[in-house]
C-alpha cells in the first residue's frame, strides 16, 4: 500500500450547475433561459422531465450548505443563471437574483468554503436567443455587461471565477447536433458561435478584472485525451487534429491569440466571422485552467470529411457494451468509458504544451444509478473506486511536475443531467427527486475522509 497525499492547500470540491439544481424557474423575476424552453419541448428530454424544480437548492441552499461542510469541502463550484440576474440577458438587473447569489456565496463564506461561481453553465436568456443565440457577435458585448454587473456586485466576497462552462460542448451540442438547448444544427453556425463565445470569454475575462483587479479568472473546458484507435498514420493525425480541434479551441485563442490548427482546410475566417483585430480581443491571460475530464476518446480518421476528417470511435456507447478487453475500461451508466490514466495524460500534456500552468480539476465524476437500500444507505462502491483511481491520477501528473490546485467532483448531489433527465445519478449525495430529500451516499462519506486526511490510502 502507498499513500496517496496531498498539499494543505489543496482545494477540496464538489461541482453544480444553476439549471441542473436550482429549480424555481419562475420566482422572484427570473427570465427563461434555452433551456427552460427546451425541456418543456415534447421529445427534447429523455424521461419527460424539466428543471422546473430540479433538487429546488434556490430554497434549499441552506440546508446544501450545510451537507457540504459536513462533507469538509473546502470549494462549491456553482453556476450563476444569467436570466436570474438579467431577465432579458441586457438592461434590466433583478436585484432578487443578485441577492439569492450573495447569500449562497455568504452562507459558504461562514462555513470555511471558497465559492468558486461559473457565470455561464449552459443557460443562455431566451431574449437573446432570439436575436441570434452565440452565433450573433453581439452576445460578446451583453455577456461582459453581465459579467461586469455580477462581478460588481460580488466580486467583494468572490476572488475566484470561471467564465464558461464547457465551451466546445455547449456549442457543439446547441448549434451542430442539436441534442442540447437551443437544438440547432448548422456547421456554420456551430463555428460562428464559437468565435463569439471566444470573443465573450476574453471580454469578460477583462470585465471581472475591471471589477475586482485581484480576482483569479479561468474557464472550466471539456477535455479528454485523445488517443488514435489504431496506429495508421491517418488515424494519429486525425486524433491530433481532433485534441486540437476539441480540448484547444477555447484556450489557444485565450493564451496565444490564435485558433489552434485542426481543420484539414484554412480557417474559414468569413464564415466565422472574424473580423480584424478579433483575435487579439480573445487574448486572456487566465490565472490557471479548469478541466473537466471523464474519460478518454479514441479517435478514427473519417476519409471524405470535409471538416475535420476525424471522429471518436465510439460515441453513445451502451453502459453494457464493454467487450471486457484489458485494454478497456468499464463503462458508467452514461456509456463513458472509466479511464483514470486519461485524466493524467491530458493533465501532463496541458503542463508540457502551455509551460506549466496552474491548473484545477473543475470536474470529474461517474453516473451509477445505486438507491438507497432498506436502511436507507446507498452503496455506491463503483463511485468510490472512480474518484479514487481519478485521484491517483491527478497525483501522479503533480509529483510528475504539474501544478494541480483543487479537485471538484461532479457532482454535489444528483440532479437533471440535461437531455437525460433525472435518469443519471452523479452525486456523491443522493437526491429523492420526490421528497427532495438529500442522503449522503457511501462515496460521499469516502470523500469526507480524504478530505479529513489530505489523502488516501491505495
Ligand atoms: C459535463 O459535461 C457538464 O458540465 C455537466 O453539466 C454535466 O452534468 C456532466 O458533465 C455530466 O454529463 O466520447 O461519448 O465517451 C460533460 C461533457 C462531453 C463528457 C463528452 C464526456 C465524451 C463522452 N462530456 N464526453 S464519449
Redesign the pocket.
Known amino acids: 500500500m502507498a499513500r496517496v497525499a496531498f498539499p494543505e492547500s489543496f482545494h477540496w470540491g464538489a461541482?453544480t450547475?444553476a439549471y441542473?439544481v436550482e429549480g424555481a424557474w419562475n420566482r422572484h423575476g427570473r427570465g427563461l433561459s434555452i433551456w427552460d424552453r427546451f425541456s418543456h419541448t415534447p421529445g427534447r428530454i429523455e424521461d419527460g422531465s424539466n428543471g422546473d424544480v430540479a433538487c429546488d437548492h434556490y430554497h434549499r441552499f441552506a440546508e446544501d450548505v450545510a451537507l457540504m461542510a459536513e462533507l469538509g469541502l473546502t470549494s462549491y463550484r456553482f453556476s450563476i443563471s444569467w436570466p436570474r440576474v438579467q431577465p432579458e440577458g441586457r438592461g434590466a438587473v433583478n436585484a432578487s437574483g443578485i441577492d439569492f447569489y450573495g447569500r449562497l456565496i455568504d452562507a459558504l463564506l461562514a462555513a470555511g468554503i471558497r465559492p468558486l461561481p461559473t457565470l455561464y453553465?449552459?443557460d443562455l436568456p431566451v431574449a437573446l436567443e432570439e436575436r441570434g443565440g452565440w452565433p450573433n457577435r453581439d452576445l460578446a458585448g451583453w455577456f461582459s455587461d453581465y459579467a461586469h454587473v455580477v462581478a460588481g456586485a460580488l466580486g467583494d466576497r468572490v476572488s475566484d471565477w470561471l467564465v464558461f462552462?464547457?465551451p466546445?460542448?455547449f456549442t457543439a451540442?446547441g448549434y451542430l447536433t442539436g441534442m442540447h438547448a437551443p437544438g440547432r444544427s448548422s456547421f456554420p453556425d456551430f463555428l460562428r458561435a464559437t468565435h463569439t463565445v471566444n470573443l465573450a470569454q476574453a471580454e469578460a475575462f477583462r470585465a471581472i478584472r475591471d471589477a475586482r483587479s485581484d480576482a483569479r479568472v479561468a474557464s472550466?473546458l471539456?477535455m479528454?485525451h485523445i488517443e488514435a484507435a489504431s496506429e495508421s498514420v491517418a488515424d494519429r493525425d486525425a486524433a491530433e487534429r481532433y485534441h486540437r480541434f476539441?480540448n484547444l479551441w477555447f484556450l489557444e485563442p485565450a493564451l496565444l491569440g490564435r485558433y489552434p490548427d485542426a481543420l484539414l482546410g484554412d480557417l474559414p475566417r468569413g464564415e466565422m466571422g472574424i473580423r480584424e483585430g478579433d483575435l487579439e480581443r480573445c487574448r486572456a491571460d487566465f490565472d490557471f485552467i479548469g478541466i473537466?475530464?471523464?474519460?478518454?476518446?479514441r479517435v478514427v480518421a473519417v476519409p471524405g470529411d470535409p471538416h475535420l476528417g476525424a471522429l471518436?470511435a465510439?460515441?453513445?456507447?451502451a453502459p453494457d457494451s464493454s467487450t471486457g478487453a484489458a485494454d478497456e475500461g468499464p463503462r458508467t451508466d452514461?456509456?463513458?468509458?472509466v479511464w483514470p490514466a486519461s485524466l493524467e495524460a491530458m493533465i501532463l500534456r496541458i503542463h508540457r504544451d502551455y509551460g506549466g500552468p496552474v491548473m484545477e480539476i473543475t470536474?470529474n465524476?461517474c453516473?451509477y444509478d445505486d438507491g438507497p437500500d432498506a436502511r436507507g444507505r446507498i452503496a455506491d462502491q463503483r463511485r468510490i473506486d472512480y474518484h479514487r483511481e481519478y485521484l491517483a491520477a491527478v497525483s501522479r501528473a503533480m509529483e510528475a511536475g504539474a501544478d494541480v490546485r483543487g479537485y471538484h467532483a461532479?457532482?454535489l448531489m444528483d440532479?437533471?443531467?440535461?437531455a437525460?433527465g433525472f435518469t443519471?445519478r452523479?452525486g456523491l449525495v443522493h437526491v429523492d427527486f420526490e421528497s427532495g430529500r438529500r442522503r449522503i451516499k457511501d462515496s460521499g462519506h469516502w470523500y469526507a475522509g480524504v478530505i479529513r486526511d489530505g489523502g488516501f490510502d491505495r
Not at 473537466?292 to 476518446?297: C, I, Q, V
Not at 452514461?334 to 468509458?337: K, S
Not at 440532479?415 to 440535461?418: A, G, R, V, Y
Open positions: 461541482a450547475a441542473q453553465h449552459w462552462n464547457e466546445f460542448v451540442l472550466a471539456s479528454s476539441s473537466n475530464l471523464y474519460t478518454r476518446t471518436p465510439s460515441v453513445g456507447d452514461m456509456g463513458w468509458e470536474e465524476g453516473a461532479w457532482s440532479n437533471f443531467e440535461w437525460h443519471k452523479f
